[in-house]
């Protein structure tokens, strides 16, 4: 199959390496021509083990190329990922400015049939902004063309991306026609050999999954967090807690390991744009609200802990991990 990329980022670069090496032609785009240069030679600009190999194999076997032409990429794919960055607003909210303009681009020069699929990190209702936004780049240009919307969020770990696209859990497809259901099962088919992991629904549906998703590995994080504070004061081994409560399967090991507080490029910015979109349809999401809440004041506390140690004058000091 044909696809391409819109973005070259984290997700737009894993998706289209691991998309080209089980044999589809990808073409990635990029409006910044530096990080196109590097691409184009082989190179990554990004840090994920194991996927500048991927990405030199790919280049080499004809399979993967890079462009900063708009046009040439809305007129290469069929299928359209866009998974460009969703950046918070100053409200919390999710900014879509660039997965819009990604649209419209792709709208602009698109001469066929294209299923246009949300892979960025976005909020409920964004499926409804881009097909308006196609809808009305095609009006403008007075041409009847058809299209599809596909909400299909990405579950990448930093350091093991491509085995968690190539070896997913779950594929998770938001769309509302068979036509491009169809596709997406093609597109889709070499990383489920062994086992149905395609999860069809309907695109709000998918695009709540990922925010929640990450809510919960949150809400799981600020838990222990809390848990650690009182185990501290009541002089309990926070470490033989996780082992107990761990080893129960309805709760399993993972996330439940306390810290500083969940930071990352995801979880901050998807815990708020989840409890703002909460809001905007009119639901107080109080857990949620108590879980960033637990993760701010847990950023001081280890803060405290050292000026308590060394008091407030830390100048000269040097922290080793």
């Not at 299909?152 to 070896?167: C, I, S, T, Y």
């Not at 949150?218 to 501290?232: D, G, K, P, V, W």
């Not at 309805?250 to 390991?257: D, P, Q, S």
Request: net charge negative; charged share 25%.
């Amino acid at each position: 199959m044909k696809i391409t990329v819109v973005g070259t980022g984290y997700v737009g670069l894993v998706s289209g390496a691991c998309l080209a090496d089980v044999g589809n032609d990808v073409l990635c785009l990029d409006l910044d021509p530096e990080k196109i240069r590097i691409l184009q030679g082989g190179g990554i600009p990004i840090h994920e083990p194991g996927l500048e190999e991927v990405v030199r194999r790919n280049v080499q076997a004809g399979r993967l190329s890079f462009t900063t032409d708009v046009a040439e990429a809305a007129r290469f794919g069929t299928i359209q990922f866009i998974a460009v960055g969703t950046p918070p607003d100053e409200d919390g909210s999710a900014d879509l400015q660039y997965v819009l303009a990604a649209a419209r681009n792709i709208a602009r020069h698109m001469d066929a049939y294209r299923v246009v699929v949300d892979k960025s990190t976005v909020p409920v209702g964004t499926g409804e902004k881009v097909a308006a936004a196609i809808a009305e780049v095609l009006a403008e240009r007075g041409e009847e063309i058809a299209y599809s919307v596909v909400s299909n969020p990405e579950f990448l770990k930093e350091g093991a991306a491509l085995e968690d696209f190539m070896r997913p859990d779950r594929i998770v497809v938001g769309a509302d026609d068979e036509r491009a259901i169809a596709l997406m099962r093609q597109l889709y088919s070499p990383f489920q050999r062994n086992r149905e992991r395609l999860l069809v629904m309907d695109v709000k549906s998918a695009e709540l999954t990922k925010y929640a998703a990450n809510a919960m590995l949150a809400t799981r994080i600020s838990f222990m967090n809390e848990l650690a504070n009182l185990a501290e004061t009541m002089g309990a081994d926070i470490e033989w807690v996780r082992q107990g409560i761990g080893s129960d399967p309805r709760i399993g090991y993972h996330f439940l390991y306390s810290g500083c507080g969940y930071g990352g490029s995801c979880f901050p910015k998807d815990v708020k744009a989840l409890i703002r979109t909460g809001r905007d349809f009119g639901h107080e999401l109080k857990v949620l609200t108590a879980v960033e809440e637990a993760n701010e004041l847990q950023k001081h506390v280890l803060v405290d802990k050292i000026v308590a140690r060394f008091g407030d004058d830390l100048g000269g000091r040097r922290i080793i991990k």
